[in-house]
């Protein structure tokens, strides 16, 4: 199938795909004689893979892993878990990186009474944390 086919099968654009074969995430596809790339089941069901770990947040490095991984039929499935592993921790991190930040800005919404004051919490404990700007000069 060309690359419009492949990407309507696989859901990955014709750009996306182009550019995963620039940077090695797949091979280059075989081309027509005039020069049209072609691609096999096998590559969309590649594509898909490559999709599938998009959508769950595998960065490049770790999909070239995974697919590395998905093509030995050697591997041991331990292998997998501990990479699954690993990025579970991270998103871990990062949930509670975004907790608390979710939990820091909620608590200065609370705070602000929201009237036509110019007192302002939020701004307040904004300025806690990050130096404060110097006034314009007028000149």
């Known amino acids: ?43 969309v069901q590649t594509l898909r893979f490559i999709k599938r770990s998009r959508e769950l947040g595998f960065s490049v490095q770790r999909i070239k892993i995974l697919l590395a991984l998905w093509d030995d039929r050697t591997r041991k499935s331990a292998d997998v878990k501990t990479l699954a592993r690993q990025y579970i921790a991270e998103l871990d991190q990062d949930i509670e990186k975004l907790q608390s930040i979710r939990d820091q800005l909620q608590h200065m919404a609370d705070c602000c009474q929201g009237n036509h004051r110019p007192e302002c919490p939020i701004l307040d404990g904004l300025a806690k944390t990050a130096p404060r700007r110097p006034p314009l000069s007028v000149e």
């Open 1 to 43: 199938m060309n690359i419009g086919q492949a990407a309507e099968a696989s859901g990955v654009t014709a750009k996306m795909i182009r550019y995963y074969e620039s940077i090695g995430l797949i091979a280059e596809a075989n081309r027509t004689d005039a020069g049209y790339r072609q691609y096999s089941e096998n590559e």
